[in-house]
């Protein structure tokens, strides 16, 4: 029987923890206060904060959105930002990708004050990753740490394992990459230049797939034998679906386990973003 590796069970146990630390925070008058910057309004990416602020409201937590002109300046944006840095009330800022093309030749990732940077981008939040450490006090990157907490969860053993990340985005694949090291399991990172990726994948007890490419992963990349868990990362539309990268209905039941489209990864990564929330707000109380 193939296990699917759901996210509500564990997204429900930390909603109750969240909930708890957040009334805490709420007591000792720090609110967590959530600020998304949007610049324009791609379609996707207002889906995406929809969801960060049912879970932060789920949990008691403050939410703003701010949402800029596609037309913005870098000046007025590199000002807006610094706004956001320098307010007290505000413990945590996101800012959505992508940007504007205006806007792209920023360094992003870098702009946000470290301490309030929830999306765990920031240098001197990834440098962690680089150290070795895996310490859930630190902001890391939220798809990378929801991963490792749908494995945990589902008591999936990494030490010693064959992880095989596909996809090296500075989102995902290098730092679930470093942190499957950290964590002591054998990782090869591929990307589109791989050139033996079945033979890989065919040696893998962890695959995990984060390219945004429907129906890439199919029978012919599982060895059942081994008795594989499939980490599905992947958000794309197929016929007007939301699928993932796998050909989930053929490859379901060579697995040992696999995490669905929707509703694995997605909702993990949403709640690993308020944890690094409440955690930005602990930090600073
Ligand atoms: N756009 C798509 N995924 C993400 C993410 O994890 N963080 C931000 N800031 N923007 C995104």
């Not at 300046?73 to 706004?83: A, R, S």
């Not at 500075?170 to 589109?192: C, E």
């Not at 989930?248 to 489209?261: H, K, M, N, T």
């Amino acid at each position: 029987m193939t296990t699917l590796l759901k996210a509500q069970p564990l997204v429900d146990q930390k909603i109750a923890d969240l909930t708890k630390r957040c009334q805490t925070l709420i007591q000792n008058g720090r609110t967590p206060f959530m600020k998304v910057v949007l610049v324009g309004n791609n379609p996707a990416s207002l889906t995406y904060i929809k969801n960060k602020k049912r879970i932060c409201e789920m949990v008691g937590a403050k939410f703003e959105l701010d949402q800029l002109d596609d037309k913005i300046t870098k000046d007025e944006f590199l000002k807006h930002i610094e706004k956001l840095n320098n307010d007290p009330a505000v413990t945590g800022i996101i800012i959505q990708l992508p940007v504007s093309p205006e806007l792209k030749t920023l360094r992003i990732t870098n702009l946000v004050n470290p301490e309030k940077d929830i999306d765990g981008f920031h240098s001197k939040n990834t440098q962690w990753l680089y150290e070795g450490s895996y310490q859930t006090n630190h902001l890391l990157p939220c798809t990378p740490k929801g991963i490792i907490g749908l494995l945990d969860f589902y008591q999936i053993p990494l030490k010693g394992k064959h992880a095989v990340v596909i996809g090296r985005s500075l989102i995902v694949g290098k730092p679930i990459s470093m942190l499957l090291s950290n964590r002591d399991a054998t990782v090869t990172l591929a990307h589109s230049k791989t050139e033996n990726l079945v033979e890989l994948t065919k040696s893998a007890d962890i695959i995990i797939s984060a390219v945004g490419r429907a129906e890439l992963i199919t029978v012919s990349h599982i060895n059942p034998q081994r008795k594989t868990v499939i980490i599905d990362v992947g958000m794309n539309t197929l016929d007007g679906k939301l699928v993932g990268d796998v050909k989930f209905d053929e490859v379901s039941p060579l697995v040992a386990a696999i995490s669905p489209v929707p509703g694995g990864v997605g909702p993990m990564t949403v709640i690993s973003l308020v944890e690094n929330l409440i955690l930005a707000t602990e930090k600073k109380s």
